[in-house]
């Protein structure tokens, strides 16, 4: 993918003439159809016009998979995740991501209409993205994933979006993205001021029914203020 080329997506409209956008990052290995088929399932009001769309993260080599390639926001180099980050990767897929927003505003939602959402590995993309953004989204949603280049988000993170609402989901038996680093991004993001819903459910790395209805009640009540 070259610096000018937006990444394929899948969409998804709940009504003709959106005037509101969740970008929804997939997890490694996985493509943009992996959480598509969850739109129906959030019932949302037939009053809120959302267009869901759903990128396809680049092909590249993953270390920690043998060097497989397979659809990557980007490398991960060890077990620890923040042992040793892929810092280039993560912010080459910033750029795509804020272009992403950035096709949405040129359809006509604006900024504070959209919600930056991602499970595992697009959690960490979606919350890496969303601190550093300099203007306020709807909401972050962050799905058993953790926050990349933590040490830098101090420094980072725009106070312009300060205000944008974050909701935080993690499975109590993980085996993937250990508790313990979504338990820390949690800490890090409401020690820099952000307001955080925090969620734990009963699951290994996966989606829980209530987590399905908790995230419907998320997105209507910052998408139809």
């Known amino acids: 993918m070259t610096e000018n080329t937006l990444l394929d997506c899948v969409e998804y409209e709940t009504a003709p003439n959106p005037t509101h956008s969740v970008i929804w990052l997939h997890g490694l290995g996985a ?3 992996d959480f598509a088929p969850i739109v129906p399932e959030l019932r949302l009001p037939a ?3 959302v267009r869901f769309v759903f990128p396809h993260a680049t092909i590249q080599p993953v270390t920690i998979n043998g060097g497989m390639a397979m659809r990557s926001w980007y490398d991960i180099l060890t ?3 923040v042992k040793r980050e892929d810092e280039a990767g993560i912010r080459a897929s910033e750029r795509a991501i804020l272009a992403l927003i950035a096709r949405e505003n040129t ?5 504070t209409k959209i919600v930056l959402a991602g499970f595992s590995q697009g959690c960490a993309m979606t919350l890496h ?3 550093r953004v300099p203007y306020k989204l709807a909401g972050l949603m ?5 926050l990349p280049l933590s040490a830098l988000a101090q420094k980072e993170h725009h106070s312009a979006n300060l205000d944008t609402p974050i909701f935080l989901a993690h499975g109590s038996h993980d085996p993937v993205v250990a508790p313990e680093r979504a338990e820390a991004a949690h800490a890090q993001l409401q020690a820099l001021g952000y307001r955080v ?4 459910y009963p699951m290994p790395h996966s989606v829980h029914p209530t987590e399905i209805a908790d995230i419907s009640s998320f997105l209507q009540s910052v998408l139809l203020t």
């Open 31 to 33: 493509d943009g159809n």
């Open 79 to 81: 077990p620890q995740l």
């Open 197 to 200: 819903q925090w969620h734990t």
């Open 142 to 146: 962050g799905l058993s994933g953790y």
């Open 47 to 49: 009053s809120l016009a």
């Open 107 to 111: 359809r006509g939602v604006p900024s």
């Open 129 to 131: 993205t969303g601190l």
